[in-house]
């Protein structure tokens, strides 16, 4: 996040440096020195050089000219540093958020796998209980049954006394 603040900040700084034009640098034509504006450089051009010009105390066309094509180079050169950075930062964020969404994946999975194993350990103890309860009641009925076959057993003697 910090590194696309920065990046943030010097695309802003570009592009206030390319509409302002501050970009562009214009050396004197006499002493090649490099001014920020064509206006500095005129005023440069009258205080130093004012013998040079002596004709027109404007920038000669040309020189005009290749200070443009310069700036352009300059903006041209700024604009696919920009881009690239940008391209850049984008490719590193699309990173950043495929490794978070990988990381909520594996813990919504391991969530998921923990409630399974508590679903399933309460599932195994209520099948307890249930077999438990189950076992009791068969027991009760087989001795409910044992003294049912005793009393049918006596039954059986008593008849078979009776009858003979």
């Known amino acids: 996040k910090r590194e696309n603040r920065k990046r943030r900040k010097m695309i802003e700084s570009y592009q206030q440096m390319l509409k302002s034009g501050a970009t562009g640098l214009h050396p004197c ?3 090649k020195r490099e ?17 040079h010009f002596k004709e027109s105390h404007n920038i000669p066309q040309q020189q ?11 903006q041209h050169h700024i604009m696919e540093q ?8 984008e490719l590193q964020l699309k990173e950043q958020l495929s ?5 909520l994946i594996e813990e919504k999975l391991r969530e998921f796998n923990e409630l399974k194993k508590q ?6 103890m209520e099948f307890e209980e249930y077999r438990t309860a ?3 009641e068969l027991h009760h009925h087989k001795q409910e049954t044992d003294q049912l076959q005793i009393a049918l057993q006596k039954a059986q003697d008593e008849l078979k006394v009776l009858k003979g």
């Open 119 to 124: 679903e399933q350990q309460q599932m195994k």
């Open 134 to 136: 189950v076992m009791n």
């Open 35 to 51: 001014f920020v504006s064509a206006e500095y450089l005129q005023g440069h051009i009258d205080r130093r050089h004012p013998d």
């Open 29 to 31: 034509p006499v002493c």
């Open 64 to 74: 005009t000219m290749s200070c443009d094509t310069n700036t352009q180079e300059i």
């Open 99 to 103: 490794a978070r969404e990988s990381q």
């Open 82 to 89: 920009v881009t690239e950075k940008l391209l850049q930062s």
